[in-house]
């Protein structure tokens, strides 16, 4: 801990060294893809955390393939979906261990969630996305809430004058579609989206009634109660206003859904009904003296109304967050780039037992960046004070980047990250997740050492890492029971995530990761000590290959998770699965541009099961028409003239 600080604080005054020559901005290390030739905004981990382990994920390449976002994540090392059903139904991300409650939402760097509140990412079509950033290990420089990592959802950008669409038919009897375009509108340009779902969820499995006899036969039952009805919407505007850049955006859902509930206690009448607002406005300001100043203003409202017997009657909640950040960086004595930020909001909470809790919050962080040896070796450190309601968390993070001949890189990276528990986990049931009001803030001190190679047809990255944890926050399941979390006094995590991507050729490219996590409860009741954490699984492997001409092309997905345990004492758990997805797709036209696309999703009819121990969806089968026209820029245009990305 002592040691970060002093790295920290010492960077902020470390002097100009060597010979003159301008700061090189770092570029991050990023897997499988590159980013996108646009520049992002402030609170992107490419600009906020450019050493930090971040894979980007491009949409354009996924156009008309049945996925939401929780499946463009899961292609990440180091993340795990927490799955509780089939489409539409809840989808959390837990990152290096850490709980999905521990990793912070952004869209378009707009938080989605208040801390100690996991984002459903089965909520997100890919349709309005642009690209996925997922950044793992210490989110310090995001304040509490980041623990585990943060992932940075970039929606489609308003850009020049074009149309597209998309609807998909499938499986279990699942709808989903998506209308949008963009224009000039209001003297800049607009982009509007459209999405929605429909399933009724419902499938047939077998089951082993009678597990002490051998050989018995498995009966047949239903996954009943698990539809999904899901409408929302996209609205972004953008132009130019003098050297200043004004950005809005408003984003909006409503769903229902069943609760199917504990496989052992089913809740067939159990459903929830819940709504989300989220409006905000960024405005990007450039100086003479090379400085820019971002400013952001947001608010945002999610509304949960859960119904049945389960819940002893019908229940209702309301959560509201607003807040404003200010973030300046400026080069300054030919090396260094500093960089400072401002925040503050509010989060409120109106529940049934009529506590209605809110606290205010103010975060403060300063950094420096600094260029040595012609750009050879980038120095980053930054230090963070943030008051989340009773709770104080400082949060320093220094790291050191080594750009070596071949594409060869080097870098490492340690900081402390923390966050106090969110209003929903001391005092909400959510689902199937019970609230705990003993909850303590919970803290960890995180670091990595990672080499990467990149070349123009292959990058590969492998990274070590470890945490170690105080409090930990974390959930257990012991059937019938409904899930409940507790803290687990100290704990450790540490692992190695090795990815990478092949592209010899234009007509084939191949992605691949590996993740080895293990984690130990250190300081607890010695029933469990030394035991694994729940619901972290030790191996896990991602895999995609595609190939074919431009107009046809056939795609291969793997993913395979090892066993994982969901209680503390390791006598519950979740059996390994192993889940082969495929593909195929024709474009014949290219403006408007038609595509085509038939997926058969766990093509080996692999039974697994979700976080409550009923089985997850069986083989299924999807087909998908997408239509795009693009006019191209408007011209002219203030936000073209300006040549002005996103």
Known sequence: MRLVVIASVALLALPALGEDAGVIELPPVVVPLPPAADVPNASSPTQRDPSAATTVIETKSRVAEAKDASELVAASPGAVIQDQGGAGQRKTLSLRGASPNSVLVLLDGVPMNAPGNAVDLSRLPVAMLERVEVMRGSGSRYGPGAMGGVVNLVTKAPDGTRAFAEVSQGSFWTTTASLGGSTQVLGGEGLAVLHGLRSDGDFSYRWDDKPALEGNAWPTAVRSNNRALLGGGLLRWRRMVGSSRVDVLGE????????????????????????????????????????????????????????GSAFGGDTAQLETSAGAEAVYSVRAFSRHRFTGLLSGGGDFLREPTNRNPAWGRVSAMVGDEVSLFDGRLMLDGTARLDVA??????????????????????????????????????????????????????????????????????????????????????????????????????????????????????????????????????????????????????????????????????????????????????????????????????????????????????????????????????????????????????????????????
């Open 252 to 307: 909006g859902l409503t769903e229902a859904r069943g609760l199917v509930g504990p496989v052992q206690n089913p809740t067939a009448d159990a459903s929830q009904v819940t709504g989300r607002g989220t409006l905000s406005a960024r405005v990007t300001t450039t100086f003479e003296n090379g400085g820019e100043l971002q400013v952001l203003g947001y608010g945002r409202i999610d509304s949960t109304a859960l119904k």
């Open 389 to 646: 309601g009773p709770f104080v968390v400082v949060s320093p993070k220094a790291s050191a980047t080594l750009f070596l001949p071949a594409g060869f890189e080097l870098r490492a990276t340690g900081g402390q990250a923390a966050r106090p528990p969110g209003f929903q986990e001391l005092y909400v049931m959510q689902g199937t997740l019970l609230p705990n009001p003993d909850w303590k803030a919970e803290r960890g001190l995180q670091a990595d050492v990672s080499a990467a190679w990149r070349h123009e047809k292959a990058t590969a990255q492998v990274t070590g890492f470890y945490g170690l944890y105080e409090n930990l926050i974390a959930y257990e399941y012991y059937p019938p029971v409904l899930a409940k979390p507790y803290n687990f006094a100290a704990a450790q995590s540490a692992g190695v995530e090795v990815e990478g991507a092949f592209a010899p050729a234009a007509w084939l490219e191949a992605q691949a990761s590996y993740t080895f996590m293990t984690t130990q409860n250190l300081k607890d009741d010695p029933r469990y000590y030394l035991k694994s954490l729940p619901y972290r699984p030790r191996h896990r492997v991602t895999g995609r290959l595609v190939g074919g001409v431009e107009w046809l092309k056939a795609r291969a997905e793997v993913l395979v998770q090892s066993e994982q345990f969901t209680n503390r004492t390791e006598s519950v758990s979740l059996p390994a699965r192993a889940f082969v997805n495929v593909g195929i797709a024709s474009s014949p036209w290219k403006n408007p541009r038609v595509t085509v696309a038939f997926d058969v999703k766990n093509v080996l009819d692999v039974q697994s099961q979700d976080l409550d121990g009923y089985p997850l969806p069986p083989r299924a089968a999807f087909l998908s028409v997408a239509i795009a026209w693009d006019a191209g820029r408007n011209e002219p245009s203030a936000v073209a003239s300006a040549a002005v990305k996103e």
